[in-house]
């Protein structure tokens, strides 16, 4: 079962100064870190890993001893001896015996004692070593009283989530999602949608993107893994098995634009083809589902790029990539591989 990691991790800053010599003091610091049964990050039967940074002042040493419980069971693999300068990380982590074992409440406990050879205090900061990841959403304003597919009534005012067009070329409808999860569709005069850019910058490392997509449980029907990340506009490709994807590539891509989204979805890259119309062509073509698909920037008659955008969003709804770039992907990547788009 996919759980997240909760959002409680509490450094607690109890400082005992407990002598050991004239000279010589003992600080503990205490992390905790808890997971739980919310929606969805985290999972069973993968090891856990995470840091601890000293930050002190330039030149100064401190020497470490940390010891970690899960659920007050001692785990011997968390014990650690350190003599650490400023900058440098303990990283630690918790075998997947202890995850899998404790399947409700996960929570985990780390001490730290730092004797230092004189009374200063040194500043220690925790990280569990992640970064969140968040699907993104489009909001948008109902213009006006409106009753969607189901007769789902939806007044004028309300907020909600702006999925998808029925046709990028007629644009007559939308799919919206309310807050209580309800899924309609209605008139696309009736919605007044967010133009922002929701794009952040791409700061996640390989470590990143392999605990996100091992977290999450993916599994695929050949040894790799697509992951398309709409709010850093980065496609990933895994080599592995579930549980222990290892990112091999990860390239800059443009999926759809605010009007025409690509949707957040887990499908499979089914067939490999090529597009060739009057006013553009895309070659290669990796096809996923309804007509979505992982292509190349179109190109026009005149052998001339329509549209340069990479880094942001811009496509009709398809994830677009540089030619070189996605020409590699359909060199090592099979059909039949499970593409997420998250």
Request: net charge neutral; proline share 6%; glycine share 6%.
């Given at each position: 079962m996919?759980?997240?990691?909760?959002?409680?991790?509490?450094?607690?800053?109890?400082?005992?100064?407990?002598?050991?010599?004239?000279?010589?003091?003992?600080?503990?610091?205490?992390?905790?870190?808890?997971?739980?049964?919310?929606?969805?990050?985290?999972?069973?039967?993968?090891?856990?890993?995470?840091?601890?940074?000293?930050?002190?002042?330039?030149?100064?040493?401190?020497?470490?001893?940390?010891?970690?419980?899960?659920?007050?069971?001692?785990?011997p693999?968390?014990?650690?001896?350190?003599?650490l300068?400023?900058?440098?990380?303990?990283?630690?982590?918790?075998?997947?015996?202890?995850?899998?074992?404790?399947?409700e409440?996960?929570?985990?406990?780390?001490?730290?004692?730092?004797?230092?050879?004189?009374?200063?205090?040194?500043?220690?900061?925790?990280?569990?070593?992640?970064?969140?990841?968040?699907?993104?959403?489009?909001?948008?304003?109902?213009?006006?009283?409106?009753?969607?597919?189901?007769?789902?009534?939806?007044?004028?005012?309300?907020?909600?989530?702006?999925?998808?067009?029925?046709?990028?070329?007629?644009?007559?409808?939308?799919?919206?999602?309310?807050?209580?999860?309800?899924?309609?569709?209605?008139?696309?005069?009736s919605?007044?949608?967010?133009?922002?850019?929701?794009?952040?910058?791409?700061?996640l490392?390989?470590?990143?993107?392999?605990?996100?997509?091992?977290?999450?449980?993916?599994?695929?029907k050949?040894?790799?893994?697509?992951?398309?990340?709409?709010?850093?506009?980065?496609?990933?490709v895994?080599?592995?098995?579930k549980?222990?994807w290892?990112?091999?590539?990860t390239?800059?891509?443009?999926?759809?634009k605010?009007?025409?989204?690509?949707?957040?979805?887990?499908?499979?890259?089914?067939?490999?083809?090529?597009?060739?119309?009057?006013?553009?062509?895309?070659?290669?073509?990796?096809?996923?589902?309804?007509?979505?698909?992982?292509?190349?920037?179109?190109?026009?008659?005149?052998?001339?790029?329509?549209?340069?955008?990479?880094?942001?969003?811009?496509?009709?709804?398809?994830?677009?990539?540089?030619?070189?770039?996605?020409?590699?992907?359909?060199?090592?990547?099979p059909?039949?591989?499970?593409?997420?788009?998250?």
């Amino acid at each position: 079962m996919k759980r997240v990691l909760c959002v409680l991790f509490a450094v607690c800053l109890l400082l005992s100064g407990i002598c050991v010599n004239a000279t010589e003091s003992a600080v503990q610091k205490e992390l905790s870190i808890i997971f739980s049964n919310e929606p969805a990050q985290h999972n069973p039967w993968t090891d856990l890993s995470y840091s601890v940074t000293v930050t002190l002042p330039d030149g100064e040493e401190v020497y470490t001893r940390g010891t970690g419980y899960v659920k007050g069971l001692y785990v011997p693999e968390l014990d650690t001896y350190h003599t650490l300068r400023n900058g440098d990380v303990i990283n630690l982590t918790i075998p997947a015996v202890y995850n899998n074992y404790y399947k409700e409440d996960f929570e985990f406990t780390y001490i730290l004692n730092v004797n230092r050879e004189n009374s200063d205090i040194p500043v220690i900061s925790v990280s569990t070593g992640r970064k969140k990841i968040n699907p993104v959403k489009i909001p948008a304003y109902i213009n006006y009283n409106v009753t969607g597919s189901g007769g789902v009534y939806i007044p004028a005012g309300t907020l909600v989530e702006y999925m998808n067009p029925d046709n990028h070329n007629s644009m007559r409808s939308c799919k919206v999602k309310l807050s209580d999860g309800r899924i309609t569709w209605i008139p696309m005069s009736s919605v007044a949608r967010s133009d922002h850019n929701f794009t952040i910058p791409d700061d996640l490392t390989d470590y990143d993107r392999e605990n996100f997509v091992n977290s999450m449980g993916y599994e695929s029907k050949t040894p790799y893994l697509i992951w398309v990340n709409k709010e850093r506009q980065r496609l990933t490709v895994f080599l592995g098995s579930k549980g222990n994807w290892k990112a091999v590539n990860t390239f800059p891509v443009a999926t759809g634009k605010n009007a025409t989204p690509t949707p957040t979805v887990v499908c499979e890259y089914t067939y490999k083809t090529r597009w060739v119309t009057p006013s553009y062509t895309c070659d290669p073509v990796l096809s996923l589902y309804d007509g979505y698909a992982i292509h190349n920037q179109p190109v026009n008659p005149s052998g001339y790029v329509t549209d340069t955008t990479i880094g942001n969003p811009a496509s009709a709804g398809c994830v677009r990539m540089l030619k070189k770039d996605v020409d590699w992907v359909a060199s090592y990547v099979p059909v039949k591989t499970t593409v997420v788009i998250y």
